[in-house]
């Protein structure tokens, strides 16, 4: 079982920047971000839940939404076992909660939030105009 927190959430200005951590933790193991791969997604309401952006558990090899691409940025810290999100010159359609995920063991990223098996509480990211 793995146990995702997220933080780092807030109200921010148009064009400002926020970052957000998750810690991420497993019985067992203590490196999990170099197991599973690890995504942001963001729900909004009235909108479908979005995978915003994931990093592989074996390459380290990212993937960005076209929603934020050149905009936000996904890293890991093994030593920290933590993952981070780096969202600069955000707008406010980039409103939502954010959420934490982690695969399965050992799988490929994907945009489909529903190939992830675990998640955060989520935090809240609210960019005003």
């Known amino acids: 079982q793995v146990q995702l927190v997220e933080s780092g959430g807030g109200l921010v200005q148009a064009g400002g920047s926020l970052r957000l951590s998750c810690a991420a933790s497993?019985?067992?193991?203590?490196?999990?971000?170099?197991?599973?791969?690890m995504a942001w997604s963001r729900h909004a309401p009235g909108k479908e839940r979005e995978v915003v952006a994931a990093?592989?558990?074996?390459?380290?090899?990212?993937y960005d939404a076209d929603s934020v691409k050149g905009r936000f940025t996904i890293s890991r810290d093994n030593a920290e076992n933590t993952v981070s999100l780096q969202m600069n010159s955000l707008k406010p359609e980039d409103t939502a909660v954010y959420y934490c995920?982690?695969?399965?063991?050992?799988?490929?990223?994907?945009?489909?939030?529903?190939?992830?098996?675990?998640w955060g509480q989520g935090t809240q990211v609210t960019v005003s105009s």
């Open positions: 990093i592989s558990w074996a390459s380290g090899s990212t």
């Open positions: 995920a982690a695969s399965f063991p050992y799988r490929s990223w994907s945009r489909n939030y529903r190939d992830y098996a675990y």
């Open positions: 497993e019985r067992t193991y203590t490196s999990t971000v170099t197991r599973y791969t």
